[in-house]
């Protein structure tokens, strides 16, 4: 099967996923949360193993020259499979909370956009790789959530932004260190734009066509430019329109998720306002007679 956008080889690996995570959840959803973390826990600990010893395990990287930095955190996907189980594990429930929404939304985002394969089969070990790595980060991911491990709190939505420009900031220095390490093989600048992760760099020119949106939200002193080559400040050039995008997203989201808190919050704010309101209407009717 030849993968497409719309076909059904495209909708293949994301149906198992499907199928896997619903199946997932109705099997633990009695369970004790012990057997719910060990569970996921598993998921997450067979995740880093294929991460971490995939020279081994897929037959496309056998007696080939291999590049071990993708065995590292050399991108955000990369970067959760790998803290994952910590996250699970720890106290933090911003991390939680960050791990939830983009362990979820990055593996999905990445298997609807497939660029690398579309055209080609679906039978062959890389893309079985792509969407088993993608798919337990996004199932596992989803899970906490789904399983009662953790309710994201929609009061920490203006805080997820920060997470995702943090963790580019851990897969760039990563990279740094990667380099350092195999010697210095070319400028490091030359090595970081080209890495690029989640265009910390600069956009891709598969999705040129979004610059100018994130443009309009970002002054001019850090917009660069492809077709001249004048460099793009690293990450503050879409600072802000990443934060707005990721702000709003991850309210609605959390805000969903957390409703009653959200909605006895709303209670409360509203019911402050009126106070307020109140008050003033008084003070003006005092000052009035005065």
Same mark, same amino acid.
């Given at each position: 099967?030849?993968?497409?956008?719309?076909?059904?080889? @495209? $909708?293949?690996?994301?149906? +198992?996923?499907?199928?896997?995570?619903?199946? =997932?959840?109705?099997? *633990? %959803? &009695?369970?004790?949360?012990?057997?719910?973390?060990?569970?996921?826990?598993?998921?997450?600990?067979?995740?880093?193993?294929?991460?971490?010893?995939?020279?081994?395990?897929?037959?496309?990287?056998?007696g080939t020259a291999f590049d071990w930095r993708i065995c590292t955190a050399y991108n955000l996907c990369a970067l959760l499979i790998i803290i994952a189980p910590f996250v699970?594990?720890?106290?933090?429930?911003?991390?939680?909370?960050?791990?939830?929404?983009?362990?979820?939304?990055?593996?999905?985002?990445?298997?609807?956009?497939?660029?690398?394969?579309?055209?080609?089969?679906?039978?062959?070990?890389?893309?079985?790789?792509? @969407? $088993?790595?993608?798919?337990? +980060?996004?199932?596992?991911?989803?899970?906490? =959530?789904?399983?009662? *491990? %953790? &309710?994201?709190?929609?009061?920490?939505?203006?805080?997820?932004?920060?997470?995702?420009?943090?963790?580019?900031?851990?897969?760039?220095?990563?990279?740094?260190?990667?380099?350092?390490?195999?010697?210095?093989?070319?400028?490091?600048?030359?090595?970081?734009?080209?890495?690029?992760?989640?265009?910390?760099?600069?956009?891709?020119?598969?999705?040129?066509?979004?610059?100018?949106?994130?443009?309009?939200?970002?002054?001019?002193?850090?917009?660069?430019?492809?077709?001249?080559?004048?460099?793009?400040?690293?990450?503050?050039?879409?600072?802000?329109?990443?934060?707005?995008?990721?702000?709003?997203?991850?309210?609605?989201?959390?805000?969903?998720?957390?409703?009653?808190?959200?909605?006895?919050?709303?209670?409360?704010?509203?019911?402050?306002?009126?106070?307020?309101?109140?008050?003033?209407?008084?003070?003006?009717?005092?000052?009035?007679?005065?």
């Amino acid at each position: 099967m030849i993968m497409q956008y719309g076909n059904f080889a @495209y $909708f293949f690996y994301p149906i +198992l996923v499907i199928a896997f995570t619903v199946g =997932a959840y109705f099997l *633990l %959803r &009695r369970r004790t949360e012990r057997t719910k973390r060990i569970v996921l826990l598993a998921m997450m600990l067979v995740n880093i193993l294929q991460h971490f010893l995939k020279k081994f395990i897929y037959p496309q990287y056998w007696g080939t020259a291999f590049d071990w930095r993708i065995c590292t955190a050399y991108n955000l996907c990369a970067l959760l499979i790998i803290i994952a189980p910590f996250v699970l594990l720890g106290r933090s429930a911003l991390w939680k909370d960050f791990l939830i929404l983009f362990g979820t939304n990055a593996g999905v985002v990445t298997m609807a956009v497939p660029y690398w394969y579309i055209g080609e089969t679906i039978w062959q070990w890389d893309v079985f790789r792509y @969407y $088993f790595c993608h798919g337990l +980060l996004s199932s596992s991911s989803l899970l906490i =959530a789904l399983l009662g *491990l %953790r &309710r994201p709190d929609w009061r920490n939505f203006w805080k997820i932004p920060f997470m995702f420009f943090l963790s580019l900031i851990l897969v760039c220095f990563n990279d740094i260190v990667v380099w350092a390490v195999r010697g210095a093989e070319g400028d490091l600048w030359q090595v970081l734009y080209g890495y690029n992760p989640c265009w910390l760099f600069h956009p891709i020119e598969q999705f040129g066509f979004i610059v100018p949106v994130i443009d309009f939200f970002t002054p001019d002193v850090f917009m660069g430019d492809l077709t001249t080559g004048e460099p793009f400040t690293p990450l503050m050039w879409y600072f802000i329109p990443m934060y707005l995008l990721i702000a709003v997203l991850a309210f609605i989201i959390t805000a969903l998720a957390d409703h009653k808190q959200f909605a006895e919050d709303w209670r409360t704010f509203t019911a402050w306002l009126r106070r307020v309101k109140e008050k003033l209407k008084k003070d003006g009717a005092d000052d009035t007679q005065e």
